[in-house]
């Protein structure tokens, strides 16, 4: 059997010490950087907003402008950190995770192309969900993950429904275009369709409004009829989600190979990835 060579044993034993520091959250190293990361998360996305502030960009603007791009490098080396330190990059690269700390970079160096692309750099409040793991609330991922499977489980159904709701408020916006006519603000078969849009999700502008008695009791049926269509779509996900919840623990250990968590307390092996934990 061929021995491994003192070079590879050397980068594995760093590897692995650089993954317990980033991504196990159980261990003291692990945690001080986590918190770390977080205050650092927190700071920048203050600072982004501060910038917006146009008294505030004149005075310190140079110093906010410091403060991003340090911020930057940071995260750039903390995500490339990430993808070194385990097996397979890919997987967390294309995981949620792996998608919002890229997401938190990108708008910087978007800037150098789209000037005011920064603003986008309020994306790294996204990266908060991270105190979650931090502190141990792993019940808190388990709940995002039932709600991810359950979103996605209801998309054909809700698909379906939304496709109901747009031939709905199209006839009803055609109705209420005959019914009142243009000399009532109903100027054309898209301006009605936007009102009964606004009105069926009980939003109400009152930009336009029915006048004549039978524009306002079809208005009162589309009132009536979004409360429905606002109980449909949360009726489905929740019975998917119901569906998708289990009752088993899981740990806070993140696989080494692909860097994704909720595995069962007493796995030994990913159930992403198939490597050994």
């Not at 004149?58 to 080396?77: L, P, Q």
């Not at 309020?122 to 502190?135: G, N, S």
């Amino acid at each position: 059997m061929k021995q491994e060579s003192p070079h590879n044993t050397a980068v594995r034993s760093w590897q692995s010490r650089l993954h317990e520091v980033i991504y196990e959250s159980h261990t003291t190293a692990g945690k001080i950087f986590d918190t770390t990361l977080l205050a650092f998360i927190i700071i920048s996305i203050v600072i982004v907003m501060l910038d917006s502030v146009e008294e505030l960009n004149e005075s310190y603007g140079r110093f906010f402008f410091f403060m991003e791009w340090f911020f930057t490098v940071v995260f750039t080396i903390e995500y490339i950190l990430r993808l070194i330190c385990i097996r397979r990059p890919f997987k967390y690269m294309f995981s949620i995770l792996g998608i919002i700390d890229l997401l938190a970079i990108i708008p910087s160096y978007l800037s150098f192309i789209y000037i005011g692309a920064q603003s986008l750099l309020v994306l790294r409040a996204l990266r908060l969900l991270r105190v979650f793991r931090i502190f141990r609330l792993v019940h808190f991922l388990s709940e995002m993950r039932f709600l991810h499977v359950a979103v996605i489980s209801s998309l054909r159904k809700i698909s379906i429904f939304i496709l109901f709701v747009i031939s709905a408020v199209v006839i009803l916006g055609s109705v209420i275009y005959l019914v009142e006519g243009r000399t009532n603000g109903f100027t054309s078969i898209p301006q009605s369709v936007y009102w009964a849009i606004v009105t069926i999700t009980t939003v109400g502008y009152g930009d336009i409004a029915p006048v004549t008695p039978l524009g306002k009791l079809i208005a009162s049926f589309i009132m009536l009829l979004g409360y429905g269509i606002i109980a449909v779509p949360t009726g489905i996900v929740t019975t998917e989600m119901a569906l998708a919840a289990k009752s088993q623990k899981q740990e806070s250990q993140a696989c080494p190979s692909c860097g994704r968590e909720g595995h069962d307390h007493d796995a030994r092996f990913c159930k992403y990835c198939s490597a050994k934990l």
